[in-house]
């Protein structure tokens, strides 16, 4: 089945204590992405790569990393997680490239909770 | 530089009724517009997209919605409204500027009352 795996799906850290979020997609899709979605802000880019070991900012990088060194997996580092990084975190992945028409495709997301 | 605007954070609507979801973007050239479904406790699912052609666009669960270039619009329907439609409903456009990067607007939640 196609699908974007994410783990775990449930987190609670506290602050300051590094975290890693992983996500596989098995539709060798070159473009991925992470996401945070906060009530009344909607879906917030965090990152994005379009292809292996290319990485690029979104709109709000800080605290983040992330790494691409095989088409699959993309994971979201946090080396020093505070509160205000509470959130809910969705992977996407697609196609990209010259593909526009290519839709998004998410996993169920993380819930993350820093005390 | 694209954008998308997704008119009402929330839309509440009786079951039966008609569904109405606004969406409108800013684009530098044609653009491709998607619609994804968010249920609780669940990842984003595309509704439908339009990319070129016919300009009224069917999706799943008897949604659908119309690209009108002359307003900016991709505004989506359904006739009669379920219990199980109630979701947020993101709008998305991508393809300006040579970028595939997807820009998604803030979502609408729909509320379904019995």
């Known amino acids: 089945e196609a699908q974007v795996t994410q783990n775990p799906r449930y987190l609670i850290t506290v602050t300051g204590k590094k975290l890693t979020v992983t996500c596989s997609q098995n539709?060798?899709?070159?473009?991925m992405s992470w996401y945070r979605q906060d009530p009344g802000l909607g879906l917030r880019q965090i990152y994005y790569?379009?292809?292996?070991?290319?990485?690029d900012k979104g709109d709000v990088p800080e605290g983040y990393k992330v790494s691409r060194k095989e088409k699959r997996n993309f994971p979201l580092i946090l080396e020093s997680p505070s509160p205000n990084q509470t959130s809910l975190y969705f992977c996407?992945?697609?196609?990209?490239?010259?593909?526009?028409?290519?839709?998004?495709?998410f996993g169920n997301g993380t819930r993350l909770t820093v005390t | 530089a694209q954008s998308v605007t997704q008119l009402g954070s929330h839309v509440s609507v009786s079951e039966g009724a008609l569904v109405l979801l606004r969406c409108n973007y800013s684009?530098?050239?044609?653009?491709?517009l998607f619609w994804y479904v968010q249920y609780p406790n669940q990842g984003l699912q595309l509704l439908l997209k339009?990319?070129?052609?016919?300009?009224l666009v069917k999706g799943i669960n008897g949604f659908e919605a119309e690209f009108k270039k002359s307003e900016t619009s991709f505004h989506l329907t359904k006739p009669s409204a379920h219990m199980s439609d109630a979701a947020e409903y993101f709008c998305?456009?991508?393809?300006?500027?040579?970028?595939?990067?997807?820009?998604f607007g803030r979502g609408t939640s729909l509320i379904v009352h019995p």
């Open positions: 998305a456009v991508t393809g300006s500027g040579g970028s595939y990067i997807p820009t």
């Open positions: 684009s530098s050239v044609p653009p491709y």
């Open positions: 996407a992945s697609s196609l990209g490239g010259g593909s526009y028409n290519s839709p998004l495709h």
């Open positions: 339009y990319t070129t052609g016919a300009t």
């Open positions: 539709m060798n899709h070159e473009y």
């Open positions: 790569s379009m292809n292996v070991e290319v990485t």
